[in-house]
């Protein structure tokens, strides 16, 4: 339901260009859904966003993000309030976590109709791209922050990595949406989601659909990113030698244990 009327629509789905350009703004409004880039104590990148929006809009936000977090040497992205989105987002941000070797992330396994009425399976993959631009984020540790809003596309995002275990998610288990679908407005303000598709992991030949995606590390939403980050902490500290940069994540480690011990 809608208090405000659906936008009105074309015979394809597609808002009116005059939505459309609307719509663009708002997106724009919300810088793509990227929220927060940040560089912390240890040399530690820490990226929050929303939304898998198409690259299309969001692309060139995307990559700036990537490339501001290129130098630190870990990197955590902050998915506990995202909802989903465009499976084409999800390649392009993970391409920059792997070389240039393609990778299979996952499949959608779309129901058709064909002329004569007769319904058929259409499957599309989703790799990693032969190219992006700036540098790629290989052989350094990655951390995931999920909770029970993750969803659709997010939850892809987690389970990709999970599986290529080019991640450590860590968080709450994610909420369960793996059918993707389309909307169907059915009165100008009641409108029905109506699912058409499937996720198949190439790994599992499973996906998360009303189980969600386990963390690797499960705690609350609410202590996710302190033990993402303490964790990236010491998986560096260990490996490590420049003096300075030991001190740097001691000093950090000391900070983040102090916080979460006045928070209890």
């Given at each position: 339901y809608s208090f405000k009327p659906f936008p009105p629509m074309e015979s394809g789905r597609s808002p009116y260009p005059k939505e459309q350009e609307k719509q663009r703004l708002s997106m724009a409004w919300d810088n793509f859904g990227f929220?927060?880039?940040?560089?912390?104590s240890g040399n530690i990148g820490y990226l929050d966003f929303r939304v898998f929006l198409p690259p299309d809009v969001a692309g060139d936000t995307a990559i700036?993000?990537?490339?501001?977090?290129?130098?630190?040497?870990?990197?955590i992205f902050d998915i506990r309030k995202n909802n989903g989105g465009s499976p084409d987002m999800v390649a392009l941000i993970s391409t920059y976590l792997f070389d240039d070797k393609p990778v299979h992330l996952n499949d959608l396994i779309w129901r058709e109709r064909d002329e004569s009425g007769e319904f058929y399976e259409r499957i599309e993959q989703h790799w990693t791209l032969p190219y992006v631009p700036g540098a790629r984020y290989l052989d350094k540790p990655v951390y995931v922050l999920t909770s029970n809003f993750t969803f659709s596309g997010a939850e892809e995002f987690a389970n990709n990595l999970k599986q290529l275990k080019r991640a450590t998610i860590v968080g709450e288990t994610t909420g369960g949406g793996a059918n993707p679908g389309r909307f169907e407005p059915l009165h100008d303000h009641f409108g029905i989601f109506i699912p058409t598709g499937r996720a198949v992991n190439p790994?599992?030949?499973?996906?998360?659909?009303?189980?969600?995606?386990?963390?690797?590390?499960?705690?609350?939403?609410?202590?996710?990113?302190?033990?993402?980050?303490?964790?990236?902490?010491?998986?560096?500290?260990a490996k490590t030698t420049e003096p300075e940069f030991v001190e740097?994540?001691?000093?950090?480690?000391?900070t983040v244990e102090q916080e979460s011990a006045e928070s209890d």
């Open positions: 929220y927060k880039v940040e560089r912390l700036a993000a990537m490339n501001f977090l290129s130098n630190t040497s870990a990197l790994i599992t030949q499973t996906n998360w659909e009303g189980t969600g995606v386990e963390p690797d590390l499960k705690v609350s939403a609410e202590l996710a990113l302190k033990t993402a980050y303490l964790a990236a902490l010491k998986e560096l500290l740097e994540l001691k000093q950090a480690i000391i």
